[in-house]
T-cell receptor, first 113, second 109 residues
Framework: ETGVTQTPRHLVMGMTNKKSLKCEQH?????MYWYKQSAKKPLELMFV???????ENNSVPSRFSPECPNSSHLFLHLHTLQPEDSALYLC????????????FGDGTRLSIL | EDQVTQSPEALRLQEGESSSLNCSYT??????LFWYRQDPGKGPEFLFT???AGEEKEKERLKATLTKKESFLHITAPKPEDSATYLC??????????FGAGTRLTVKP
Protein backbone atom coordinates (compact mmCIF):
# COMPACT_ATOMS: atom_id res chain seq x y z
CA GLU A 1 0.00 0.00 0.00
CA THR A 2 1.27 3.47 -0.84
CA GLY A 3 0.60 7.04 0.26
CA VAL A 4 -1.26 8.17 3.36
CA THR A 5 -4.11 6.05 4.70
CA GLN A 6 -6.71 7.24 7.21
CA THR A 7 -9.29 5.18 9.09
CA PRO A 8 -12.15 5.29 9.62
CA ARG A 9 -13.42 7.28 6.62
CA HIS A 10 -16.61 8.26 8.45
CA LEU A 11 -17.35 8.51 12.16
CA VAL A 12 -20.53 9.50 13.98
CA MET A 13 -20.25 9.89 17.73
CA GLY A 14 -22.08 11.34 20.67
CA MET A 15 -20.59 14.11 22.77
CA THR A 16 -19.76 11.72 25.61
CA ASN A 17 -18.04 9.06 23.49
CA LYS A 18 -14.31 8.36 23.17
CA LYS A 19 -12.91 7.40 19.78
CA SER A 20 -9.62 7.50 17.89
CA LEU A 21 -8.63 8.42 14.34
CA LYS A 22 -5.73 6.58 12.75
CA CYS A 23 -3.26 7.65 10.09
CA GLU A 24 -0.49 5.61 8.46
CA GLN A 25 2.03 6.83 5.89
CA HIS A 26 4.03 4.60 3.54
CA UNK A 27 6.19 7.37 2.03
CA UNK A 28 9.18 7.20 4.37
CA UNK A 29 8.52 10.75 5.60
CA UNK A 30 9.67 12.03 8.99
CA UNK A 31 6.99 14.65 9.68
CA MET A 32 3.25 14.12 10.20
CA TYR A 33 0.38 16.56 10.65
CA TRP A 34 -3.26 16.75 11.70
CA TYR A 35 -5.51 19.33 10.05
CA LYS A 36 -9.16 20.26 10.50
CA GLN A 37 -11.14 21.24 7.37
CA SER A 38 -14.51 22.97 7.74
CA ALA A 39 -16.73 24.09 4.85
CA LYS A 40 -15.44 27.17 3.00
CA LYS A 41 -12.61 27.73 5.50
CA PRO A 42 -8.87 27.22 5.05
CA LEU A 43 -7.28 24.10 6.47
CA GLU A 44 -6.50 24.62 10.14
CA LEU A 45 -3.25 23.06 11.37
CA MET A 46 -3.78 21.24 14.67
CA PHE A 47 -0.61 19.28 15.45
CA VAL A 48 2.83 18.67 13.97
CA UNK A 49 5.19 15.81 14.72
CA UNK A 50 8.81 15.78 13.52
CA UNK A 51 10.71 12.54 14.11
CA UNK A 52 7.94 11.43 16.53
CA UNK A 53 8.28 14.59 18.64
CA UNK A 54 5.41 17.04 18.83
CA UNK A 55 6.70 20.40 17.65
CA GLU A 56 3.46 22.33 17.30
CA ASN A 57 0.11 22.53 19.01
CA ASN A 58 -2.00 25.36 17.62
CA SER A 59 -4.06 26.10 20.74
CA VAL A 60 -6.13 22.98 20.17
CA PRO A 61 -8.63 22.12 22.95
CA SER A 62 -7.55 19.31 25.24
CA ARG A 63 -10.47 17.16 24.08
CA PHE A 64 -8.19 16.40 21.10
CA SER A 65 -5.14 14.35 22.08
CA PRO A 66 -2.53 13.29 19.50
CA GLU A 67 -0.21 10.31 19.69
CA CYS A 68 2.72 9.45 17.41
CA PRO A 69 4.25 6.06 18.37
CA ASN A 70 6.63 6.03 15.37
CA SER A 71 7.32 8.03 12.23
CA SER A 72 4.76 6.05 10.19
CA HIS A 73 1.73 6.19 12.49
CA LEU A 74 -0.30 9.04 13.93
CA PHE A 75 -3.44 8.93 16.06
CA LEU A 76 -5.93 11.55 17.17
CA HIS A 77 -7.80 10.57 20.32
CA LEU A 78 -11.18 12.24 20.77
CA HIS A 79 -13.25 12.65 23.92
CA THR A 80 -16.16 14.83 25.02
CA LEU A 81 -16.38 16.57 21.66
CA GLN A 82 -18.71 19.44 20.83
CA PRO A 83 -21.03 19.83 17.79
CA GLU A 84 -18.66 22.49 16.34
CA ASP A 85 -15.99 19.80 16.11
CA SER A 86 -17.88 18.18 13.23
CA ALA A 87 -15.54 18.49 10.23
CA LEU A 88 -13.18 16.61 7.92
CA TYR A 89 -9.97 15.66 9.74
CA LEU A 90 -6.99 15.29 7.43
CA CYS A 91 -3.65 13.69 8.10
CA UNK A 92 -0.58 14.63 6.08
CA UNK A 93 3.07 13.69 5.94
CA UNK A 94 6.19 15.25 4.47
CA UNK A 95 9.93 15.09 4.46
CA UNK A 96 10.93 17.74 7.01
CA UNK A 97 12.77 20.59 5.32
CA UNK A 98 12.64 23.56 3.01
CA UNK A 99 9.93 23.57 0.40
CA UNK A 100 8.84 19.97 0.88
CA UNK A 101 5.18 19.39 -0.05
CA UNK A 102 2.80 17.69 2.32
CA UNK A 103 0.93 14.62 1.11
CA PHE A 104 -2.57 14.06 2.42
CA GLY A 105 -4.83 11.16 3.22
CA ASP A 106 -8.51 11.22 2.27
CA GLY A 107 -9.61 12.23 5.75
CA THR A 108 -12.12 11.14 8.35
CA ARG A 109 -15.53 12.80 8.11
CA LEU A 110 -16.53 13.33 11.76
CA SER A 111 -20.08 14.10 12.85
CA ILE A 112 -20.89 14.90 16.48
CA LEU A 113 -24.49 14.30 17.52
CA GLU B 1 1.13 37.04 10.18
CA ASP B 2 1.25 35.03 6.94
CA GLN B 3 -1.86 35.34 4.77
CA VAL B 4 -3.16 33.55 1.69
CA THR B 5 -6.19 34.81 -0.27
CA GLN B 6 -7.61 32.89 -3.20
CA SER B 7 -9.95 34.31 -5.80
CA PRO B 8 -12.50 33.82 -7.09
CA GLU B 9 -14.23 31.69 -4.47
CA ALA B 10 -16.04 29.80 -7.23
CA LEU B 11 -15.61 29.69 -11.00
CA ARG B 12 -17.85 28.13 -13.62
CA LEU B 13 -16.42 27.53 -17.10
CA GLN B 14 -17.59 25.94 -20.28
CA GLU B 15 -15.46 23.09 -21.57
CA GLY B 16 -12.59 24.59 -23.56
CA GLU B 17 -12.89 28.04 -21.95
CA SER B 18 -9.45 28.92 -20.56
CA SER B 19 -9.11 30.94 -17.35
CA SER B 20 -6.88 31.62 -14.33
CA LEU B 21 -7.15 31.22 -10.58
CA ASN B 22 -5.40 33.68 -8.30
CA CYS B 23 -3.51 33.17 -5.04
CA SER B 24 -2.32 36.36 -3.30
CA TYR B 25 0.02 35.94 -0.35
CA THR B 26 2.10 37.65 2.30
CA UNK B 27 4.70 35.52 4.05
CA UNK B 28 7.75 35.95 6.26
CA UNK B 29 10.36 34.39 4.02
CA UNK B 30 8.87 32.23 1.27
CA UNK B 31 10.25 28.70 1.22
CA UNK B 32 7.69 27.36 -1.21
CA LEU B 33 4.26 27.97 -2.71
CA PHE B 34 2.15 24.89 -3.29
CA TRP B 35 -0.90 24.13 -5.41
CA TYR B 36 -3.23 21.26 -4.59
CA ARG B 37 -6.36 19.82 -6.16
CA GLN B 38 -9.13 18.47 -3.91
CA ASP B 39 -12.04 16.36 -5.16
CA PRO B 40 -15.22 15.92 -3.06
CA GLY B 41 -14.71 13.33 -0.33
CA LYS B 42 -10.96 13.20 -0.92
CA GLY B 43 -7.86 14.74 0.56
CA PRO B 44 -5.84 17.42 -1.26
CA GLU B 45 -3.66 16.05 -4.06
CA PHE B 46 -0.31 17.74 -4.58
CA LEU B 47 0.17 19.45 -7.96
CA PHE B 48 3.11 21.89 -7.94
CA THR B 49 5.76 23.58 -5.82
CA UNK B 50 7.13 26.99 -6.84
CA UNK B 51 10.16 28.37 -5.01
CA UNK B 52 10.97 31.80 -6.43
CA ALA B 53 9.47 34.63 -8.45
CA GLY B 54 9.51 33.99 -12.18
CA GLU B 55 9.29 30.24 -11.82
CA GLU B 56 6.68 28.30 -13.83
CA LYS B 57 5.53 24.68 -13.70
CA GLU B 58 3.23 22.81 -16.10
CA LYS B 59 1.21 19.62 -15.97
CA GLU B 60 -1.20 18.72 -18.74
CA ARG B 61 -3.71 21.62 -18.98
CA LEU B 62 -2.40 23.35 -15.84
CA LYS B 63 0.35 25.93 -15.58
CA ALA B 64 1.39 27.61 -12.33
CA THR B 65 3.31 30.90 -12.19
CA LEU B 66 4.76 32.89 -9.31
CA THR B 67 5.54 36.55 -8.56
CA LYS B 68 6.62 38.12 -5.27
CA LYS B 69 3.01 38.75 -4.28
CA GLU B 70 0.85 36.21 -6.07
CA SER B 71 0.59 32.98 -7.98
CA PHE B 72 -1.70 32.07 -10.85
CA LEU B 73 -2.97 28.68 -11.86
CA HIS B 74 -3.79 28.88 -15.56
CA ILE B 75 -6.17 26.28 -16.96
CA THR B 76 -6.04 25.89 -20.73
CA ALA B 77 -9.01 24.34 -22.57
CA PRO B 78 -10.41 22.73 -19.39
CA LYS B 79 -12.40 19.52 -19.41
CA PRO B 80 -15.18 18.44 -17.02
CA GLU B 81 -12.71 16.20 -15.18
CA ASP B 82 -10.78 19.33 -14.16
CA SER B 83 -13.71 20.24 -11.89
CA ALA B 84 -12.41 20.33 -8.30
CA THR B 85 -11.42 22.72 -5.55
CA TYR B 86 -7.92 24.12 -6.04
CA LEU B 87 -5.96 25.04 -2.91
CA CYS B 88 -2.92 27.28 -2.61
CA UNK B 89 -0.52 27.20 0.36
CA UNK B 90 2.69 28.98 1.37
CA UNK B 91 5.52 27.76 3.57
CA UNK B 92 7.53 30.30 5.57
CA UNK B 93 11.00 30.39 7.09
CA UNK B 94 9.85 28.32 10.06
CA UNK B 95 8.49 25.62 7.72
CA UNK B 96 4.96 26.61 8.76
CA UNK B 97 2.32 26.07 6.08
CA UNK B 98 -0.70 28.35 5.59
CA PHE B 99 -3.53 27.46 3.23
CA GLY B 100 -6.03 29.57 1.35
CA ALA B 101 -9.76 28.78 1.40
CA GLY B 102 -9.65 27.47 -2.18
CA THR B 103 -11.34 28.10 -5.53
CA ARG B 104 -14.16 25.74 -6.44
CA LEU B 105 -13.95 25.14 -10.21
CA THR B 106 -16.82 23.69 -12.23
CA VAL B 107 -16.31 22.89 -15.92
CA LYS B 108 -19.52 22.21 -17.83
CA PRO B 109 -19.54 20.03 -20.97
Amino acid sequence: ETGVTQTPRHLVMGMTNKKSLKCEQHLGHNAMYWYKQSAKKPLELMFVYNFKEQTENNSVPSRFSPECPNSSHLFLHLHTLQPEDSALYLCASSQEGRGQPQHFGDGTRLSIL
Amino acid sequence: EDQVTQSPEALRLQEGESSSLNCSYTVSGLRGLFWYRQDPGKGPEFLFTLYSAGEEKEKERLKATLTKKESFLHITAPKPEDSATYLCAVQNNNNDMRFGAGTRLTVKP
